[in-house]
């Protein structure tokens, strides 16, 4: 059964453009998390969707949105990238309630130069 | 701020011994779950532990959970180099709302 998905790899960006950034969970998961983590740190918690809508979202400016599709996977925008979005963002499934076990993505690294 | 705390925040040991990490959290939690990140990568799922459970094995993983405290350990036994990674408690709480917060981390080094 394959894992989580992301895409890309990498990512390298100027300060002031957009990023979009994938995952397609696990099949069969319905939530999709998505997470920040700067370098050294822990993670942050981003936005979490279910079922298409998204169920909660951490503390982060608007210019970080996402959807989920209705085949469960998930896209990450960040728009007029900061170069302190500079971090691996990360993405998880589970099946349906938040507090079940996540399964994680390999995780994009976003460079903004 | 973070729910859950790690402390310590980096520990190094020779390969054979045992590794003890600690978590502390502020709310009460639906459960509680321990991670491993090895250099960069995504988390790997190691145990989860429900609010009324007090200690869970899973190989050499021992978790223990006392809720009087709001603390959690997580002990690695005869440790090898395989376990050097960054190791996170995630703490679960859905009180009217769902939300799991990850703590800082723990990082371990097993020297061979």
């Known amino acids: 059964e394959a894992g989580v998905t992301q895409s890309p790899t990498h990512l390298i960006k100027t300060r002031g453009q957009q990023a979009t950034l994938r995952c397609s969970p696990i099949?069969?998961?319905?939530?999709v998390y998505w997470y920040q983590q700067a370098l050294g740190l822990g993670l942050q918690f981003l936005l979490w969707?279910?079922?298409?809508?998204?169920?909660n979202r951490g503390n982060f400016p608007p210019r970080f949105s996402g959807r989920q599709f209705p085949n469960y996977s998930s896209e990450l925008n960040v728009n007029a990238l900061e170069l302190e979005d500079s971090a691996l963002y990360l993405c998880?499934?589970?099946?349906?309630?938040?507090?079940?076990?996540?399964?994680f993505g390999p995780g994009t690294r976003l460079t903004v130069l | 701020s973070q729910q859950g705390e790690e402390d310590p925040q980096a520990l190094s040991i020779q390969e054979g011994e045992n590794a003890t990490m600690n978590c502390s959290y502020k709310t009460s939690i639906n459960n509680l779950q321990w991670y491993r990140q090895n250099s960069g990568r995504g988390l790997v799922h190691l145990i989860l532990?429900?609010?009324?459970?007090r200690e869970k094995h899973s190989g050499r993983l021992r978790v223990t959970l006392d809720t009087s405290k709001k603390s959690s350990s997580l002990l690695i036994t005869a440790s090898r180099a395989a376990d050097t990674a960054s190791y996170f408690c995630a703490t679960a709480f859905s009180g009217g709302y769902q939300k799991v917060t990850f703590g800082t981390g723990t990082k371990l080094q097993v020297i061979p």
């Open positions: 969707y279910d079922e298409g809508e998204e169920r």
């Open positions: 532990i429900r609010s009324n459970e």
């Open positions: 998880a499934s589970s099946l349906g309630l938040a507090y079940n076990e996540q399964f």
């Open positions: 099949s069969g998961h319905t939530s």
